[in-house]
């Protein structure tokens, strides 16, 4: 039987009217911007679990945690060397507070960390990836010439490359990025790692770990380059990315690594039972839906479309099975629910609709597209 | 085992990303190989007793996690045929050994079928 897993619900520390609120966002001090779009973010959660009623408070027996909105940052990095081994824990090179331990992966990593760390308190209020300060841990030096980085449950594991494909998974902020967001959408939703749900997990990495670089070079969403890994792939290879959220398809087409197999539309939608469904493929769509939703709103991408998408993915009614049509109908009432009517739920439908997918007041549909195999 | 009937096969899914180049079985022959490299292949498939794995190794809790990669790694000997899936993290160093030897081989630019 399908169970959700425990959500969390913050305790309500003060209700302003969100018009009042996002003026304070908008034109407070930095402290009073931090404190209000925390206050907005957990308002406007609070007002969904509301609204979803029965529910999630049937399904919410195990709350817990209560004023995880007012605490200090509490930031804990701790870096391990693997030494090219696949054992852990390995040994501790870097931990908060000590100052660079001169092993450019170990130091990347600890940067990358950080940047992340920050980007969620500071942008989304959120204390690291449950919420409640847990400590981030890092593994670097996985495995010999390891030509990938994951994340294991608990912790963010990354090879160095083998040098002919790939270098260092570390050399890739938006890549340390995606792999502590793995971590926030596993400890916000109950998203199958699988299909659709799959895709629309590897689309909030990708969302999140693009979003993080993007605030660290102070890029809008028009100067963004909406590459997902640049400069990981070996100057041998012919490609500049893993994936392209722009441009789903183009990130590379080499004599090894094949061509990059993502649709950024519906009707281009793959079927297959590879790569647990799809996952890294079919996430060029909805990762393509937010690129659009940032592109038509303008300025920080991380200030209207990441705060929407978070939102939606801190959802009540993302399900184990949530398909691309009902996160984009989720991501419309989300940007509703935080600006009202206008020009950001527009924006969302229409990039949507972009797509191949129309969220219509009372439903999402997707027309039929024929589905394509991998490679075709 | 005689090199010249030795064939190797490699296929991978899973990981950061998709490549379709990297998932489709990628073969050699160990008879195409420089002599060094087909010795280490051999020499590495004796020493994590391939032939005598199980069609499934490695691996730890499936329910969590993103972005694990799996192998497929199958030797052919003339009329015998031996595959196993290597799950994601791979605990034998020898096997991780063998395993890194024949990405060498297979991905080589121009090389492997």
């Known amino acids: 039987m399908l169970t959700r897993r425990r959500r969390h619900v913050h305790s309500i520390h003060c209700i302003l009217p969100p018009y009042l609120l996002r003026s304070i966002a908008e034109n407070g001090t930095p402290q009073q911007r931090v404190k209000a779009l925390r206050t907005v973010s957990t308002d406007s959660t609070f007002r969904a679990l509301r609204f979803a009623g029965g529910r999630v408070a049937a399904s919410s027996s195990s709350v817990r945690r209560l004023p995880a909105m007012m605490v200090e940052s509490q930031r804990q990095r701790s870096i391990y060397d693997l030494k090219g081994e696949e054992a852990f824990p390995g040994t501790l090179v870097r931990s908060e507070g000590q100052g660079p331990c001169g092993d450019l992966a170990a130091d990347e990593a600890f940067d990358g960390l950080g940047a992340t760390y920050d980007f969620f308190w500071e942008v989304m209020g959120r204390n690291s990836i449950d919420g409640d300060g847990m400590p981030l841990q890092a593994y670097v030096h996985y495995g010999r010439d390891y030509d990938n980085a994951f994340w294991d449950g608990r912790r963010m594991v990354f090879g160095d490359g083998d040098g002919e494909l790939f270098n260092r998974f570390t050399i890739a902020l938006d890549v340390i990025a995606h792999e502590l967001a793995h971590g926030v959408t596993e400890d916000e939703g109950p998203l199958w790692y699988f299909q659709q749900a799959g895709a629309l997990n590897e689309s909030m990495s990708d969302v999140f770990g693009s979003l993080v670089k993007q605030r660290l070079l102070g890029h809008t969403a028009d100067q963004a380059d909406w590459l997902i890994g640049a400069g990981l792939l070996a100057d041998e290879v012919e490609g500049q990315a893993l994936r392209s959220m722009k441009e789903p398809g183009t990130a590379f087409d080499d004599d090894v690594l094949g061509k990059d197999p993502q649709p950024g539309h519906m009707r281009d939608y793959v079927t297959t039972w590879e790569d647990n469904g799809g996952v890294h493929i079919n996430s060029g769509i909805p990762n393509r839906a937010f690129c659009m939703t940032a592109t038509r709103l303008g300025g920080s991408a991380w200030e209207r479309a990441g705060r929407i998408w978070y939102e939606a993915v801190r959802d009540p009614r993302i399900m184990p099975d949530t398909n691309f049509s009902d996160f984009a109908r989720i991501t419309v009432m989300s940007a509703t629910r935080l600006y009202g009517p206008g020009e950001e739920e527009a924006a969302v439908k229409e990039a949507w609709e972009e797509v191949g997918i129309r969220v219509s007041r009372d439903r999402v549909s997707v027309p039929q597209w024929g589905s394509v195999q991998p490679g075709a | ?113």
């Open chain 2, 1 to 113: 085992m005689s090199r010249d009937s030795v064939r190797i096969q490699l296929s991978q899914e899973g990981g950061l990303a998709a490549f379709p180049g990297l998932a489709r079985p990628r073969s050699v022959e160990l008879s195409e190989l420089p002599a060094e490299q087909a010795e280490a292949i051999e020499h590495g498939l004796r020493d994590a007793r391939f032939r005598e794995l199980p069609a499934v190794v490695g691996g730890g809790s499936a329910s969590k996690g993103a972005d694990q990669r799996r192998y497929t790694l199958t030797v052919e000997e003339g009329t015998r045929r031996h595959s196993v899936e290597l799950v994601e993290p791979v605990e034998d160093p020898r096997l991780r050994e063998l395993l890194s030897l024949v990405k060498r081989a297979t991905r080589r630019r121009g090389g492997g079928h």
